[in-house]
């Protein structure tokens, strides 16, 4: 099983930056692609961005790329997403998430653990 524990979520205004991170836990790390997902109220949990295993093939979803960056630590277990140029319609609940898998994906239903999810503010 694998444990996830995301941090770093928080107010900001827009233009502003935050970076999210996500620790993991009973399993070996590099052995595991990694997601972040979003959900808004009343909406559907979105793609965010992915990473392999190995820390490459990072894909963003069209709505973050140049403004969103993930990134990976194999040696801290730690995931990254560093995101720049916030706007208010990036509010949302982000979800860490892993898969028993190098490969990253796009879908939320390809992923196997969660972590519990961190609120991102953006006032515009």
């Not at 972040?36 to 295993?53: D, L, N, T």
């Not at 990134?71 to 277990?77: F, G, I, V």
Request: hydrophobic share 35%; net charge positive; with cysteine.
């Amino acid at each position: 099983q694998v444990q996830l524990v995301e941090s770093g979520g928080g107010m900001v205004q827009a233009g502003g930056s935050l970076r999210l991170s996500c620790t993991a836990s009973g399993r070996t790390f590099s052995s595991l692609a990694m997601g972040w997902f979003r959900q808004a109220p009343g909406k559907e949990r979105e793609f965010v961005a992915a990473i392999s295993g190995g820390g490459g093939r990072p894909v963003a979803a069209d709505s973050v790329k140049g403004r969103f960056t993930i990134s990976r630590d194999n040696a801290k277990n730690t995931v990254y997403l560093q995101m720049n140029s916030l706007k208010p319609e990036d509010t949302a609940a982000y979800f860490c998430a892993a898969r028993d898998s190098n490969w990253p994906a796009g879908s939320p239903v390809a992923y196997d653990y969660w972590g519990q999810g961190t609120q991102v503010s953006v006032s515009s």
